[in-house]
């Protein structure tokens, strides 16, 4: 227990850190400034700023924000981006509920409930109690990486490369079980993922694969290019066909009366409770994440409500319960992430990418080497969950006017935007034309249904698993047995196979789909 | 997108017997990447003794998605399913042209040329587009860019065409 709190305490330093600023035009005299808090508001506002716009989900905005870090130190960079994150993620939910467009799949079951409140002018306490959910379901989280870190670093270090193998596998299992639609397509988009990950050079004998040498090439595809292509254009062009225009109805009256009622404050608690806890849960597991989670605590709420017929005409616990579940899941899938170096899903992915970029290579090793770059960046999530209760509640007028930008105006900026991002990650014009045609073969996976999110997840593991895989088979002399004869590995293996079978069953596929088909209701 | 089952096209080259056409062309497509990631590690080298070599790995996630590709095909032979659905070529064309453009000019004609001409080709993408406000938020974004990127920011940015800067 000592050992949680002197962490938190080795992170909060950090963020709280002051630098002293001595500008020339002071004369000598230096002013004190806390830079880390600085940079995870401007993270959290501009991560606000480009979520609020519709048709940019959270991955879009990471990657697309992931260049404005990349000037500064590591720390510096991870909190901001972190920010950044969750500053999106509260942007979807501001959309969903004003204008019925979720900016994300996290937040289409906000919509469900959100909107109808909004158009019944209590817009207003929706968006508030989706902010005080979120930022209890963070507190909650926040210790919860706190005890939960330390331990879990302990259990990677006794990871072997079989085991590593066999964890990621169990994730991209989890992956595919808990993604929307087929899973026989969400697994080929895996695979398609994995073999996007081996062109470049092989690690082991330098050799160059699939490159066709081109130069370009021979670092492997760029992680930020890749998910900029099948996420921001991609969605551009999609956009550009359903007609931009036509769907966006605004909420009208004018946003008024901001604070819930102390009866909605009643209702609610028990569903944020329920949603954090579920939302925690559903966020450590590989492949889960914030999506899964809103929908499992929407379905949730439904279950336990005396009278779930409310549900879907703005019902305030059907916003407040997705809207915690979505915060906590998000917060907690940093846990895979920073014990294991294992990315439970694609934001998390570009972490890995930002974090390659700066250097880190996440794992159990950075959370021994470089604790007060681990701890500061925990320690700056509850921050920024502070953050975005205190600026968005009064912001939220801008955000509604920052909707009313046409499309036809956004989208080329956004072109313009993410091509200098991507050019500016390595300068090299040839990454902005991979987006570019992954932005086409994007398109046409949204055409055919295939989910483009496990295709990125699939990109990230692909080099961890090769690895490790090459490892344990070299260990054991080219038995592939090794994977079942060691015990955890054998257990992550049994687990696997159980979703998996449990999966393609066809009771649990008919409850799976259930799920998912609430939001189109 | 608006596809739906029964709304048969006028024409289609697809052929009767195949009752979900989205699933049957992706499972096609996906087969013809895996084919083509085949033959493009097909000169690496392969196991040694009990080794991995460089060619190993992608061919054997290469086959995999073969065979996950050919399962997709015959779900779209057995199983009904939603017509292919409609593709419009305004979208993506000026949009991919607006990248492509950015791409050869950044070098060579600098960030204010590559910006500005990238949002005016993009926003030929769109039939709704009135080009006075366009031309307005085509300026301003450029110039924001141009402050964002190089000076707030820091990074390594070139601004004006290489001919001007010497």
Redesign the interface.
């Given at each position: 227990m000592g050992d949680v709190f002197s962490n938190l305490g080795l992170g909060f330093g950090v963020v709280f850190q002051f630098v002293q600023w001595t500008p020339a035009f002071l004369g000598g005299a230096s002013i004190p400034i806390p830079v880390n808090i600085l940079l995870c508001l401007i993270g959290a506002l501009v991560g606000t700023l480009v979520g609020v716009l519709p048709g940019i989900g959270t991955i879009a905005t990471v990657a697309m924000l992931l260049p404005i870090t990349f000037g500064l130190p590591p720390v510096g960079a991870l909190i901001m981006l972190a920010g950044i994150y969750y500053g999106a993620q509260y942007g979807g939910s501001t959309t969903s509920i004003l204008v019925n467009i979720p900016g994300e799949a996290g937040s289409v079951v906000t919509a469900l409930d959100g909107f109808q409140m909004a158009k019944k002018g209590r817009a207003g306490p929706a968006l508030a109690i989706a902010a005080i959910g979120s930022f209890f379901a963070g507190c909650v989280a926040t210790v919860l990486i706190a005890l939960l870190g330390a331990p879990l670093t302990k259990i990677a270090l006794a990871f072997g490369p079989a085991e590593y193998f066999s964890l990621m596998v169990l994730g991209l299992i989890f992956a595919v079980v808990l993604a929307k639609g087929s899973v026989l397509k969400a697994i080929a988009m895996i695979v398609m993922g994995l073999l996007l990950s081996m062109v470049g050079s092989d690690i082991e004998t330098g050799a160059s694969r699939m490159a066709f040498n081109i130069p370009e090439l021979a670092d492997g595809l760029g992680f930020a290019t890749l998910a900029m292509g099948l996420f921001g254009f991609a969605e551009i062009i999609r956009n550009l066909d359903a007609g931009g225009e036509t769907d966006r109805k605004l909420v009208q009256e004018k946003v008024s009366g901001l604070m819930p009622t102390r009866q909605d404050l009643k209702e609610t608690a028990p569903a944020i409770l329920r949603g954090t806890g579920l939302g925690s849960i559903l966020g450590i597991l590989p492949g889960g994440g914030a999506v899964i989670a809103s929908f499992a605590a929407y379905t949730l709420e439904k279950k336990v409500a005396k009278d779930p017929s409310k549900f879907g005409h703005g019902e305030i616990r059907g916003v407040a319960a997705p809207e915690s579940a979505n915060n906590a899941a998000a917060q907690t899938s940093f846990i895979p992430l920073l014990t294991l170096g294992i990315p439970p899903n694609a934001v998390m992915a570009l972490m890995v990418g930002a974090m390659t970029i700066h250097g880190i290579v996440p794992g159990p090793q950075v959370m021994q080497k470089q604790p007060e770059l681990v701890w500061g960046m925990i320690a700056s999530m509850w921050v920024g969950n502070l953050m975005l209760l205190i600026i968005n509640l009064p912001l939220v007028g801008i955000w509604v006017r920052l909707l009313r930008v046409p499309y036809r105006l956004m989208f080329p900026s956004i072109v313009v935007f993410c091509c200098i991002g991507i050019y500016s990650v390595n300068n090299a014009p040839t990454d902005v034309m991979i987006a570019g045609a992954f932005g086409l073969v994007g398109y046409w996976l949204i055409k055919h249904d295939f989910e483009p999110a496990p295709l990125l997840l699939g990109m990230v593991l692909g080099p961890l698993m090769e690895e490790n895989l090459r490892r344990a088979l070299l260990i054991s002399r080219g038995d592939w047995s090794v994977f079942l004869t060691r015990p955890l590995s054998a257990v992550l293996m049994a687990i696997a196979a159980a979703l998996l079978i449990l999966a393609v069953l066809p009771s649990l596929r008919k409850k799976r789909d259930e799920v998912f088909v609430e939001s189109e209701n | 997108?608006n596809a739906t089952p029964g709304h048969a096209p006028v024409k289609s080259i697809i052929p009767k017997w195949v009752r979900n056409p989205?699933?049957f062309?992706?499972g096609i497509?996906?087969m013809a990447?895996?084919v083509f990631?085949l033959w493009?590690?097909s000169d690496?080298?392969g196991m040694r003794?009990?080794?991995?070599?460089?060619?190993t790995?992608?061919r054997m996630?290469?086959f995999?998605?073969l065979g996950?590709?050919a399962?997709?095909t015959v779900?779209g032979v057995v199983t009904e399913g939603p017509h292919?659905?409609k593709?419009?070529w305004?979208?993506?064309f000026f949009?991919?042209v607006?990248?492509?453009t950015?791409?050869?000019t950044?070098?060579p004609m600098g960030?204010i040329f590559?910006?500005m001409a990238?949002?005016?080709i993009?926003?030929c993408?769109?039939p709704?587009?009135?080009w006075t406000?366009?031309l307005i938020?085509?300026v301003c974004?450029?110039a924001f860019?141009a402050l964002l990127?190089p000076y707030a920011?820091?990074?390594?940015?070139q601004l004006l065409p290489t001919f001007m800067i010497r």
């Open positions: - | 997108m989205q699933e062309v992706g497509a996906l990447i895996a990631a493009a590690s690496l080298q003794g009990f080794s991995f070599g460089a060619g790995a992608p996630f290469g995999l998605l996950l590709g399962l997709i779900v292919l659905a593709y419009h305004r979208g993506p949009v991919t607006a990248i492509l950015f791409a050869f950044i070098r960030m590559a910006a990238a949002f005016l993009a926003a993408g769109s709704e587009t009135r406000e366009t938020v085509a974004l450029t860019c990127f920011l820091g990074l390594p940015l």
